[in-house]
């Protein structure tokens, strides 16, 4: 074969091009993004040691840098006014062009799944997704993942230009707060969703915040070295050690098959009372696939007949199946599933109702109202709520732990690589998972704010928080103890760091849904907050605050900020009112507007002390507003002992 001699200059040109890595960004650009107006726009990513970057934008022209020794780089853009679409060019070895960016207002969203909650299962959904033209409202969501050490980028992620195609599975608060704000500032919005159900604030915080908190550096120190993956392992062996011991070895491949039939014997398996979270009946932290059976009897006269049958809501995924013949499957966490069985499939006698439910990550199970659990021939109903046979057939865990596991782990991998992306603010909503030690809330969530601002170092950027919205958690109240008034108390304390402002939702929430799905409300009232504090908007932003109290007598007065054009007593006498004496004992009160204050009372306190206002889980018969339509915040007067005082984060609890 004949040798081919290249030129000396050839082989040192092809040596010269494979030496450079293509110079790339992080997954939080991309095409259709929105930069921040009116602020200088860091642009940053890596290439080869020493290399020269060149990034244009608009009409900023050749802006250079040469990567660090780790291949490195940034270069800030001038600040630019809304507008767009525009093109991002950055240039190395090769380049690298976005499309189709506009410059606007960029707001992170997050929180738990009150934040991931997507439009598509709002109230009037079908409309709202049919109206959502707006294409200069973009959004991007940062994959769920979870990480023991802080990323440089985010897993993955495409930003969407809002439509009636892509707005179904926007955060529902988010875009509703980005819609209000679009109507009244006619600029693009960006939207940065990272946000993941069921997680607790310290997962969202830093291990240099923790170390810089007096309240949780002792924690902090001693959280251990981790492998994710041996960790998961071992996870799953104690997870699979005690199903055995509950239903015995977990099915051989193909087993499952039978066990949809009305024939199948599942005397040997356990029970759980439904409607019920597995979480809360012995399965904690089990993630993947459980069987429910449940017999109901059919009447001679109605075997054969077309019936109904309702199971509340399911916890992710469902498939049913009724005498073995599926009925129905619905995949979503938060939806009532009502399925039709056909004529011809109940029989005379003994019928089984099997339900295959698959939880993808956090609540597993079948949950909600009991009365929303029954199965219905005509205008005969059965309740389906009691006690349900169940059987695991797998369980998930084999390659990752869950997000609250351990602290820091959502700060490293879905806040860390996000930073610093030039950002306006963010909007939160979270809490529910933290009820539990709300008292210690009042540290963990200013902690995680400050957290996030000292990492962006954009000083103390507007930070927004939805207050819980009302839910009947535990019957809580003023007499036996709510954890979820003393979440809203921690929220509302947090109002004393700057630039921050609190939405509140107790009469939007659902005394039986943790998933309220009124969110229009939600991010028209954090769009509030932002218009008056963020964009010098004289609107208001806030109901009635409580201010000061003053005892006459056998009389309370209460007075409030934010009264507005007034006080107002929305649907009739005042509700959700209490007052107490020396005895620390509440009765319900009477509340009467007394020009810009409230007097409170009740006949069985003749020397009253304290009054609480909306104290409970579920609140929503709270209705003291102002004019302007903003529900009263919920409050106390008294300092009397929390009862979730001496609850603590522990890691791994």
Same mark, same amino acid.
């Given at each position: 074969?004949?040798?081919?001699?290249?030129? #000396?200059?050839?082989?040192?040109?092809?040596?010269?091009?494979?030496?450079?890595?293509?110079?790339?960004?992080?997954?939080?650009?991309?095409?259709?993004?929105?930069?921040?107006?009116?602020?200088?726009?860091?642009?940053?990513?890596?290439?080869?040691?020493?290399?020269?970057?060149?990034?244009?934008?608009?009409?900023?022209?050749?802006?250079?840098?040469?990567?660090?020794?780790?291949?490195?780089?940034?270069?800030?853009?001038?600040?630019?006014?809304?507008?767009?679409?525009?093109?991002?060019?950055?240039?190395?070895?090769?380049?690298?062009?976005?499309?189709?960016?506009?410059?606007?207002?960029?707001?992170?969203?997050?929180?738990?799944?009150?934040?991931?909650?997507?439009?598509?299962?709002?109230?009037?959904?079908?409309?709202?997704? &049919?109206?959502?033209?707006?294409?200069?409202?973009?959004?991007?969501?940062?994959?769920?993942?979870?990480?023991?050490?802080?990323?440089?980028?985010?897993?993955?992620?495409?930003?969407?230009?809002?439509?009636?195609?892509? &707005?179904?599975?926007?955060?529902?608060?988010?875009?509703?707060?980005?819609?209000?704000?679009?109507?009244?500032?006619?600029?693009?919005?960006?939207?940065?969703?990272?946000?993941?159900?069921?997680?607790?604030?310290?997962?969202?915080?830093?291990?240099?915040?923790?170390?810089?908190?007096?309240?949780?550096?002792?924690?902090?120190?001693?959280?251990?070295?981790?492998?994710?993956?041996?960790?998961?392992?071992?996870?799953?062996?104690?997870?699979?050690?005690?199903?055995?011991?509950?239903?015995?070895?977990?099915?051989?491949?193909?087993?499952?098959?039978?066990?949809?039939?009305?024939?199948?014997?599942?005397?040997?398996?356990?029970?759980?009372?439904?409607?019920?979270?597995?979480?809360?009946?012995?399965?904690?932290?089990?993630?993947?696939?459980?069987?429910?059976?449940?017999?109901?009897?059919?009447?001679?006269?109605?075997?054969?007949?077309?019936?109904?049958?309702?199971?509340?809501?399911?916890?992710?995924?469902?498939?049913?199946?009724?005498?073995?013949?599926?009925?129905?499957?619905?995949?979503?966490?938060?939806?009532?599933?009502?399925?039709?069985?056909?004529?011809?499939?109940?029989?005379?006698?003994?019928?089984?109702?099997?339900?295959?439910?698959?939880?993808?990550?956090?609540?597993?199970?079948?949950?909600?109202?009991?009365?929303?659990?029954?199965?219905?021939?005509?205008?005969?109903?059965?309740? #389906?709520?009691?006690?349900?046979?169940?059987?695991?057939?797998?369980?998930?865990?084999?390659?990752?732990?869950?997000?609250?596991?351990?602290?820091?782990?959502?700060?490293?991998?879905?806040?860390?690589?996000?930073?610093? @992306?030039?950002?306006?603010?963010?909007?939160?909503?979270?809490?529910?998972?933290?009820?539990?030690?709300?008292?210690?809330?009042?540290?963990?969530?200013?902690?995680?704010?400050?957290?996030?601002?000292?990492?962006?170092?954009?000083?103390?950027?507007?930070?927004?928080?939805?207050?819980?919205?009302?839910?009947?958690?535990?019957?809580?109240?003023?007499?036996?103890?709510?954890?979820?008034?003393? #979440?809203?108390?921690?929220?509302?304390?947090?109002?004393?760091?700057?630039?921050?402002?609190?939405?509140?939702?107790?009469?939007?929430?659902?005394?039986?849904?943790?998933?309220?799905?009124?969110?229009?409300?939600?991010?028209?009232?954090?769009?509030?907050?932002?218009?008056?504090?963020?964009?010098?908007?004289?609107?208001?932003?806030?109901?009635?605050?409580?201010?000061?109290?003053?005892?006459?007598?056998?009389?309370?007065?209460?007075?409030?900020?934010?009264?507005?054009?007034?006080?107002?007593?929305?649907?009739?006498?005042?509700?959700?009112?209490?007052?107490?004496?020396?005895?620390?004992?509440? @009765?319900?009160?009477?509340?009467?507007?007394?020009?810009?204050?409230?007097?409170?009372?009740?006949?069985?306190?003749?020397?009253?002390? &304290?009054?609480?206002?909306?104290?409970?889980?579920?609140?929503?018969?709270?209705?003291? @507003?102002?004019?302007?339509?903003?529900?009263?915040?919920?409050?106390?007067?008294?300092?009397?002992?929390?009862?979730?005082?001496?609850?603590?984060?522990?890691?791994?609890?």
């Amino acid at each position: 074969m004949k040798k081919i001699i290249l030129p #000396l200059f050839f082989i040192l040109a092809l040596s010269s091009v494979s030496s450079f890595a293509n110079v790339r960004l992080p997954k939080i650009f991309g095409d259709n993004m929105v930069l921040q107006r009116n602020k200088q726009i860091p642009v940053w990513g890596w290439a080869d040691a020493g290399e020269q970057v060149t990034v244009q934008f608009h009409k900023q022209e050749d802006k250079t840098v040469k990567a660090d020794a780790t291949g490195k780089w940034m270069i800030m853009l001038d600040p630019e006014k809304a507008g767009g679409p525009f093109v991002l060019t950055v240039k190395a070895g090769n380049t690298v062009t976005l499309a189709n960016v506009l410059v606007g207002e960029v707001w992170v969203c997050s929180g738990q799944s009150n934040m991931e909650f997507a439009v598509r299962s709002t109230i009037n959904s079908e409309k709202e997704i &049919a109206d959502a033209n707006y294409p200069q409202i973009r959004h991007i969501k940062v994959p769920n993942t979870v990480s023991v050490t802080p990323k440089d980028d985010i897993a993955g992620g495409e930003w969407k230009i809002c439509s009636p195609g892509t &707005a179904g599975e926007f955060t529902a608060v988010g875009y509703f707060f980005a819609r209000e704000l679009y109507n009244q500032l006619h600029v693009p919005i960006g939207l940065i969703n990272t946000s993941w159900g069921g997680t607790h604030v310290e997962t969202w915080t830093s291990r240099h915040g923790f170390e810089e908190s007096d309240e949780f550096k002792t924690m902090i120190a001693g959280m251990p070295q981790l492998n994710l993956d041996s960790f998961a392992a071992v996870k799953k062996a104690a997870m699979i050690q005690k199903l055995t011991a509950l239903q015995g070895p977990l099915p051989a491949a193909g087993e499952t098959e039978q066990w949809k039939d009305a024939a199948f014997n599942d005397g040997q398996w356990p029970v759980m009372q439904l409607p019920n979270l597995w979480e809360n009946k012995g399965l904690p932290d089990l993630d993947g696939f459980v069987w429910f059976r449940k017999e109901v009897t059919v009447a001679p006269d109605e075997a054969g007949k077309e019936a109904v049958l309702e199971l509340s809501m399911i916890d992710d995924n469902d498939i049913t199946y009724v005498n073995g013949v599926k009925v129905g499957s619905i995949r979503s966490y938060n939806t009532k599933r009502k399925y039709t069985i056909p004529a011809g499939v109940l029989k005379a006698g003994k019928n089984v109702i099997a339900v295959r439910v698959e939880d993808t990550g956090g609540g597993g199970g079948i949950y909600g109202d009991a009365g929303d659990m029954k199965f219905t021939i005509g205008s005969n109903a059965q309740s #389906l709520a009691g006690d349900w046979k169940f059987k695991v057939e797998d369980a998930f865990m084999s390659s990752t732990i869950g997000p609250n596991s351990y602290p820091t782990l959502l700060y490293n991998a879905m806040v860390n690589p996000l930073i610093p @992306y030039a950002i306006e603010g963010a909007i939160w909503y979270q809490g529910e998972a933290n009820a539990g030690r709300a008292y210690q809330y009042r540290k963990a969530f200013p902690l995680m704010i400050q957290d996030w601002r000292w990492h962006w170092g954009e000083g103390d950027f507007p930070f927004l928080f939805v207050q819980l919205a009302s839910f009947n958690s535990a019957n809580g109240n003023s007499n036996n103890g709510s954890t979820w008034a003393e #979440l809203r108390e921690a929220q509302t304390m947090t109002l004393s760091l700057n630039n921050t402002g609190m939405a509140v939702t107790t009469d939007v929430g659902e005394e039986k849904d943790i998933h309220p799905k009124n969110k229009q409300e939600v991010g028209k009232r954090l769009a509030a907050v932002a218009l008056n504090k963020v964009y010098g908007k004289k609107n208001m932003f806030s109901g009635p605050m409580y201010q000061k109290m003053e005892v006459a007598g056998n009389k309370i007065n209460i007075s409030f900020l934010y009264t507005g054009g007034g006080l107002v007593a929305k649907g009739g006498d005042l509700q959700a009112f209490e007052i107490a004496g020396t005895d620390h004992i509440f @009765y319900p009160a009477k509340a009467a507007i007394e020009g810009d204050h409230l007097a409170v009372y009740s006949d069985k306190v003749p020397n009253p002390v &304290a009054v609480r206002f909306a104290w409970s889980d579920y609140a929503g018969t709270a209705n003291l @507003y102002n004019k302007e339509g903003f529900p009263a915040v919920p409050f106390r007067t008294d300092d009397w002992k929390e009862m979730t005082r001496d609850g603590k984060f522990v890691i791994g609890q």
